[in-house]
Structures are given as C-alpha cells and as structure tokens.
C-alpha cells in the first residue's frame, strides 16, 4: 500500500468536520434554505497541519510504529529552515438539529440544538526540543539546547448546546455546557539545557509551567472540568460593485473549570544535575534511575488543584462575491486559540454544476502550516439529503513528504 | 418513509463516527524510536571507612589509621562443667499384714526417712544454690481415705524458710486408684548435699510420709491397698554450685570461627608492616584451668589456603588460675598474651587474607587434683571465654588486592521490553588514595560464572606521593566500558553484575600509611542508547 493510500485510509477513518475544510459559500439553489421545517446536520472533520515536520513523522506517531532515523531526519531537516515550528490538528464531529420556526412573526429564527465532541492540539517548538526529542542529548555534548519558547496545549471537551439559527443566511448563536475531558498544557518561556563533555554535568534553567486535569482518567465520557462556551455568526450584504456576502464567526468562546485534582508544575529555576549522590558506591542497586528519585532531583512533584483555561475558541470573518452566474469568490480570515496557530487566510472559489451540486477550491495560508490547495463539493441527493465532502490539502493524501492533510465529511437531512 | 429513512442515515453516520478513529492504530502501543543520551548517573566519594567499618578503624597520630578488629574466638558456660540431669525418687508403701486394719483420721500411716543421692558424674557437690528448677510429688492412692502426703528435705531451705511440701490425693481403690500432685518453684532454693551426716557429697537427707485425711472418717487398709509418691527434681539451673568438679579434660573443637574483614577481598596479595594480636583468655570458674592449644589457623577458603599461627603458646600449655569467690560474686582470672610480627608469624598469618579462623583446643579442669578441698565453686554468670584482638596499622603493600562486589542492577522495564539498548560508561576518578585501582567488569549468572566481559579501557592512577610517601596530590583518571546490545540483554534476563577493582600501591618497595583524610572522588556517567516507550 503506497504512502498516499495509507495517508488517505488515516486520515480519513478519522472522520471529521465541514467548518475545517474549503467552506462552500451558501447557494440558495443547491441547499434549497429554509425549504424544510426540519433539519439535521451531521459533521465531522479532522485537520492536521505543520509548518516544519512531513505528515509521515504524525502518521508513524498515530499508527504508534518505529520511528526509523531516516524519517525522522528527513523533518529534522524541515524543522532547522524554520524558526519557528508549528504543529496541530484539530478533530471535531458535531449533531445539529435545526427545527420549525418558533418565534411569533420571525418565520426565519429557528430553534437549534446541538451536540458537539472536540480533541484539538496545538504546539510551537524549536528546532533543539525537536532534536532532544526525536535524537536524544548526546549531540549536545559541550552545547545548550535551546527547549523555549515552545508551547503545548491537548484539549478535548464535548459540548451540548441550544440557540437560534436564521435559516437563509446561517447567522446563529448558541450557548453550550462544556464538559471538559482532559487537557494537557505546558508553556515553556524560556529553558536551556546544557550537557558537558563526556555527559558530566547537565545544566538547565526553566522558566514555565504545565497544567494536566485529573490524570486518574480521561476517556471519552469523564468529566474532569466543567464549562459554558458561546458561539455565533453574523451574516449580512452589502452592495458595492455587486452584492457582497460578509460574515463574522465565533465558535466555542468559553472557558472550562478543571477539578480540583488538575495536577502543575510551575518552574522559574536553574538545576545543575551531576548524578545521584550515592553514600556508597558498592551499593548501586537501588540507584539507577530511579523515577522517584528523578522526580525529587528535578523538582518534578506534581502539586494538585483546580485551575481554569480558555476554551480553543476560534473567530473567523469572510466575503464572497458572485464573479459570474455560476462561479462565486470567497475570502476568509480565521484565528484560533491554540498554541502555533497564527492567522490563517484562505482565498477559494467555488462553481455551480446544475442545480445539486457545488464544487470549489482553495488556497490558504497560515494556521498551523504554510501553502494548502484544497477541494470540497457539497451535493444535494433527491430534495431532502445534502452531503459535503472536502479536503483542505489535497496533497497530503499523495505525498509523504507533505506537510499538512485533512478531510471534512458532512450530511444535511431535511425532512 | 421518509421519516424512517432519515433516521436510518442519520444513524449510521453516528455510528461510523463513533467507531472510527482507532482504525489504523496499533491497540495497546505507543510509538517507539531511539534516542542517543547523555547524563551523569552517579558520584560519590570513596573513603577507607567505605571499605572498612568505622567499629574498626582508629585515627592515630596525623590522621593515620589503624585496624583494630575484636572477636570472640569461644565460649565455654556452665553447661560444660555442670549438668544436673531431672532426676525421679519413688517411694511405695503397702501394708506389711496379710489382712486388714482400721486406721482412724489423721492417722499418719507412712513415713520413711531416706538419702537421696544425686548422679553428677565427675563433680562431687556440697552446696547448690538454685537459679531455677522445680520439685514435684506425684501421688497415686488406692486407699478409700484422702491422704497428705508430705516430703520434707531437711537439707534444703526453700526461700520461704521451710523445708517441706504437701500434697492430697483424694480416695482410691486398687481397681480405681486416685492421682494427685503438687509442685514447686525451687528457684533461690539452697541445698546441703553433704547428707544427714554431713560428710557426703551430692546427698541430700529426704524424710516422706502420708497421713489420712484428719477431717475425714478414716480408713480400713488392707494388703491390696497401696500408696506410691514420687519426688522429681526437674529443670534444675544452678546459680552457685561449690565442691570439687573432677580432674578432667574438655575437648574444643574442631572449630571455625569466620571474620569479616577480608569477606571482599578475592585475589592478590598484601604485605603488612608491622601487627600485633592479643589473645586473651577469662576463666569465671572457681577451677584451675589449663588450655592446651592444638592449632589456631588462618584459612582462606576462596583461594584454599591456610596458615597455621606458630609461637609459644601453641600448644602451649597456658595455665589459668581459678577465679576468686567474693560470695555472691566473683572476680575472673585473665590470661593475656600479645604476639606480633617479631614472635610468631602473624604478619604471614594474615597475610594470608583469611576469612575463617579454625582451632581446637583442650581445657583441663583441676590439672593438679583437688588442691582447693572440694572448694571448687561456680556462678551462673561464670563463663570460660577466648577473644581476640587484632591490631594492624594500615601501612602496607598492596599488589593486585583484589575487591569484589556483585549487584543486580535495578533496571526499567523487562527482558523482554526494555528501553535501554546499549550503553557506554565513563568513570571519572579523582584518586587520592597511594595506590592504582584496576577495574573488570563482568556479567555473571546466579552461579558466579561469568556470561561476558566488559571490557575497561584506562586505569584509576595512583595519587602522587611526596617525599614522606604520604599522597600530595590527588590524580585525574577516567575510564571507559561499554556494554554491547547483547550485554544489556544479558541484564535484563538476570546477569549480575561483578565489579573487581584491583589496588596496587604506588611504591612496591615500601609500606605506604593510609589517611583517614584519603579519599577518591568517583564520577559516573553513562552514554546511551535507549528507545522511548520501549519500556512498555
């Protein structure tokens, strides 16, 4: 099976989310707004994305393989042309239900409930954390690595939520409880670590902090921490040489109170490491590494209590345009709240094919990576069922050395 | 219909979102790749008091240090010159006529004196104190009257004042006799066992006697009738014992007696500047005593040599005078006697590097007969000891001394799943000890035989000495070992490791003094290969 075909297999067995991938403008011909009292929507997306590392290094890391040298050299390489290392991937899949109209004269507003589960990650690093991790501290003989600045955050939550959607133009706006179900966090300012020749001495200084809920458990169904979030868009015209169609999102604007037995650690300190002092040296059975004695030589004891974090919230804004009958132009701007995710731009287009269905592409830049061309489609089967598919990279699915992949999935049942 | 179809579809896209996401991963594992670490694992500093126990060393002058190493070599108590065996009297009586008598309450129908004589071998006792020990009568009647029955032992005076005790038995017949006894403690008990004469010894006058029940209505007893006492002297422990204990000879030994002090010390050889060893005996016994040496010998059992310790107290005799009786007391006798180097051939003795001491001695008990008139005496506490005291100043020649220690290292993960894949040691030395230190490592099975070898490159070097041979500069040294892959699994499936340091001293052509300010700096640390998450 070719490295593509095992990309594509992964990835897309991950299931997950149209919000992620080249979003489709609305077309009043293809979805048909409004035409059912009823609707529901069932989406799931996975992303993942990097500036540096090749999709091969993350795929072996999921597939949980031996990681060979060749591999992970061939992103060691990716990683030393930047300064700046981003990864992420986000994993979303969402149940909605949009009802009949409820609101007295607002025949439009409709009631919306929705059920959502999200596992997303975002981490920066420096090329040194990357050849510690991935090669070890022995070609830091007589050097410092350089660790920080670098940042982690693992977060996965689920949310349940009601609000109102106006059906011809998507502008919605939700409340949802969060049920927190772990999170992993570390930021690192600053940290260095120096190892001496022949491995005599390791040296290192540390300025930052680590944050973990309950390590007891953290399954797909544990609470560990509790939370409200908002989300909402806002869609409207204006009239400028044609009709441009602008919108503003905000999605999962919350935060999350993670229970009391959240464990940190919080480090601003210089440790000189020169091996364990041992009374005896005929007496060593004991000695060698020993995680406990590690854990007290490093300062590494946990300390436990509640502590509360900002949801991975994202805000986006967008325009499209009508360029012809058929042909429609979209240009969005979207942030998120996760560690290595800068500002992403994606530029795409989109055509009508009939009257049920909708192709398009994209261009994008930023995020967690860099360039992405994508591909979505979006078909209406019979009058009452539309579906979505799409993809943010499609090159991620052929090529092993690329940088980036994803798949979006998404049906709509009108009834 | 279109109700139910719209519910089918929704359903199944839940079900394959819920199902996916594990599809490709292995269940159960984490990625795994290997990673080149460099760390110090352990330092410390090496004294001589790391080698030696401090209960052993003394600082002298300037810090020098000597070994001053005691043991106790035997000892004999009272059990060797006095065991007083239980020891049972039975006393019968039944009535001397073919017929029958009426005997009223109260009637006292037995007594008999009598001389009871102790079986005490050698030793011929006229006064025993008792630290414990207990009498006991036992009576079985078969008259139809309860009976008290009475011993008194005029030559003992139990700690109350009297001298006798009772016991009742109730009625019996010869078909269906009645069983009772009585005991007491005869702890502080002091008995007279020169008889009812006086003029005997281990003797002891003993009177016994039954009397019908005074209370009661009396009895017929007839020739079929019967009544057996018997008096049992058991457990009996002497707290002071005094009379004559024989002329006789106790053999000690073959004995081994094993010293700790070379227990490391494997191979090679060392050269000892001067020594000395006090012998010193204790006699607690109210006995002369004289000990006859057989052998006293330094054993090496790894290497199966021996030395015998020749000089004139071997075979001796050496002669112990009794001890003095302060009556309630005593003081013991010493018999103390230093050899050395000059007299005997100790420092051949322990240069022999042994573990084990072997001897085997005679004691004679009163060599010259009963010169104390049967006033041999003895305590409890009284004690026959032999102990040892050896004093060697650390200043010698040491070549290839060789220490060996085995460990089994405390490792991460299993033989079967282990993160550590190979390894190379560096130890760094700061020596400033005035000897070399040769270092082998090996694995080795539950057996001691070896599995492999690490091979060492580099060797500790000894510190520098100055003009009074006294290190006046401590030495840099490092050394390297490495462990293959196929080592580290030998490890991981149970090898031990054996660590062998060999010290050579700096001058062969001298005894060089060790410090107690000496000491040597050890640094440990290791360059591996080891593969994350490969301990799961």
């Known amino acids: 099976m070719s490295r593509a075909v095992v990309v594509s297999v992964a990835i897309f067995i991950n299931v997950a989310a149209i919000a992620q991938f080249p979003s489709l403008p609305p077309d009043s011909v293809v979805d048909q707004p409004g035409r059912w009292a009823n609707n529901i929507h069932v989406e799931g997306s996975f992303v993942h994305n990097a500036n540096s590392i090749y999709n091969e290094l993350p795929l072996a890391l999921y597939q949980a393989e031996f990681l060979d040298r060749d591999l992970r050299e061939r992103s060691m390489e990716a990683v030393e042309a930047n300064s700046r290392n981003t990864v992420g991937q986000v994993l979303a899949a969402r149940v909605s239900w949009m009802g009949r109209d409820c609101f007295l004269d607002r025949r439009h507003w409709r009631p919306l409930v929705s059920v959502a589960h999200h596992d997303q990650t975002g981490t920066y690093f420096t090329e040194d954390l990357y050849r510690v991790t991935f090669f070890g501290n022995a070609s830091f003989e007589g050097e410092r690595a350089d660790l920080g600045p670098s940042a982690f955050t693992q977060i996965r939550y689920q949310t349940v939520g009601a609000g109102i959607q106006e059906d011809r133009s998507g502008s919605y706006v939700r409340v949802d409880v969060v049920n927190g179900q772990s999170i992993t966090k570390a930021d690192v300012d600053w940290a260095g670590v120096f190892t001496g020749t022949d491995g005599r001495v390791l040296r290192a200084s540390i300025l930052g902090d680590f944050f973990q809920s309950d390590t007891a458990g953290s399954y797909f169904g544990r609470t560990n921490g509790v939370g409200l979030a908002i989300s909402g868009r806002w869609a409207s015209a204006i009239k400028w040489v044609r009709p441009i169609d602008l919108s503003f999102e905000v999605q999962d604007l919350g935060f999350a109170r993670w229970n009391g037995n959240a464990v940190r650690i919080e480090k601003d300190t210089v440790i000189a490491f020169e091996g364990f002092e041992v009374a005896n040296i005929f007496d060593l059975d004991d000695v060698l590494l020993g995680e406990e004695q590690l854990r007290d030589t490093f300062g590494l004891r946990y300390s436990t209590g509640g502590f509360t974090s900002l949801l991975p919230f994202r805000a986006s804004a967008s325009a499209s345009m009508d360029l012809s009958p058929r042909w429609r132009g979209t240009l969005s701007l979207d942030q998120r709240y996760l560690p290595g995710y800068v500002p992403q731009v994606v530029l795409s287009g989109s055509r009508r094919c009939g009257s049920h269905t909708l192709i398009g592409a994209s261009l994008s830049y930023g995020g967690f990576g860099g360039l992405c061309i994508g591909l979505a489609s979006r078909i209406r089967f019979g009058e009452r069922v539309l579906v979505s598919i799409g993809t943010p990279h499609v090159a991620g699915f052929f090529m092993g050395k690329a940088r980036g992949a994803g798949v979006g999935f998404g049906v709509s049942v009108g009834f | ?536």
């Not at chain 2, 017929?99 to 009598?114: H, I, Q, V, Y």
């Not at chain 2, 006798?164 to 008990?189: E, H, K, Q, W």
């Open chain 2, 1 to 536: 219909m279109e109700n139910a179809r719209t519910h089918g579809l929704v359903a199944l896209v839940l079900t394959i979102i819920s199902v996916a996401g594990s599809g490709c991963r292995k269940e159960g594992t984490r990625p795994q790749w290997d990673v080149d670490l460099l760390a110090p694992l352990v330092r410390t500093a090496l004294t001589i008091r790391d080698v030696l126990p401090d209960s052993v060393l003394t600082i002298g002058a300037a810090g020098s240090l000597t070994l001053l190493y005691r043991t106790d070599l035997f000892v004999l108590d009272l059990d060797t010159l006095l065991n007083a065996p239980d020891t049972s009297f039975i006393y019968a009586y039944v009535l001397p006529l073919p017929d029958s008598l009426n005997f009223p309450p109260g009637t006292t129908f037995f007594s008999e004196n009598d001389v009871t004589e102790f079986d005490l071998q050698d030793l011929a006792l006229r006064d025993l104190e008792l630290r414990e020990g207990t009498l006991q009568l036992s009576l079985k009647n078969m008259v139809s009257s309860t009976v008290i029955g009475t011993v008194d032992l005029p030559g003992v005076q139990f700690p109350s004042g009297s001298s006798a005790m009772n016991a009742s038995v109730g009625p019996g017949t010869p078909a269906n006799p009645a069983f009772a006894s009585a005991s007491r403690d005869l702890a502080g008990s002091v008995f007279d066992l020169t008889g009812p004469n006086y003029n005997s010894v281990n003797t002891l006058a003993t009177s016994i006697g039954a009397q019908l029940d005074p209370t009661g209505t009396g009895a017929w007893i007839s020739d079929e009738d019967s009544l057996i006492a018997k008096v049992t002297y058991q457990g009996l422990v002497p707290q002071y014992a005094r009379g004559y204990f024989g002329s006789r000879t106790v053999h000690v030994g073959p004995e081994v007696s094993n010293i700790g002090l070379f227990n490391n010390v494997v191979g090679g050889t060392i050269d000892v500047d001067e020594v000395a060893l006090r012998i010193r005996l204790e006699n607690g016994f109210g006995v002369d005593i004289q000990v006859a040496i057989d052998h006293f010998t330094a054993v090496n059992t790894l290497s199966g040599g021996s030395v015998d310790l020749t000089h004139s107290i071997i075979p001796g005799p050496i002669n112990l005078n009794r001890a003095l009786d302060l009556g309630g007391g005593f003081t013991p006798s010493v018999y103390e006697n230093e050899l050395d180097n000059d007299d005997s051939n100790l420092d051949l003795f322990l240069e022999s590097l042994p573990d084990q001491l072997s001897f085997e001695l005679d004691v004679h008990l009163n060599p010259l007969g009963d010169i104390s008139n049967g006033n041999d005496f003895l305590y409890y506490e009284s004690k026959l000891k032999a102990s040892l005291e050896l004093e060697l100043p650390l200043r010698l020649i040491a070549n290839d001394l060789t220490l060996q220690n085995t460990l089994v290292p405390d490792l991460p993960g299993s033989a079967e799943a282990h993160g550590l894949q190979s390894c190379g040691l560096m130890l760094f030395a700061t020596n400033g000890f005035p000897f070399s230190a040769h270092l082998e490592l090996d694995i080795i099975n539950g057996d001691g035989q070896v599995l492999s070898n690490i091979p060492v490159a580099g060797t500790i070097a000894s510190g520098l000495l100055g003009v009074n041979a006294l290190v006046q500069q401590s030495i840099e040294s490092r050394l390297e070992a490495q462990l293959t892959t196929e080592q580290v699994d030998l490890l991981y499936a149970g090898g031990r490791l054996r660590t062998r340091v060999a010290f050579t001293t700096a001058d062969q052509t001298q005894h060089l003094q060790i410090l107690d300010s000496y000491k040597l700096d050890l640094q440990i640390t290791a360059a591996a290969n080891y593969i994350v998450n490969g301990d799961e």
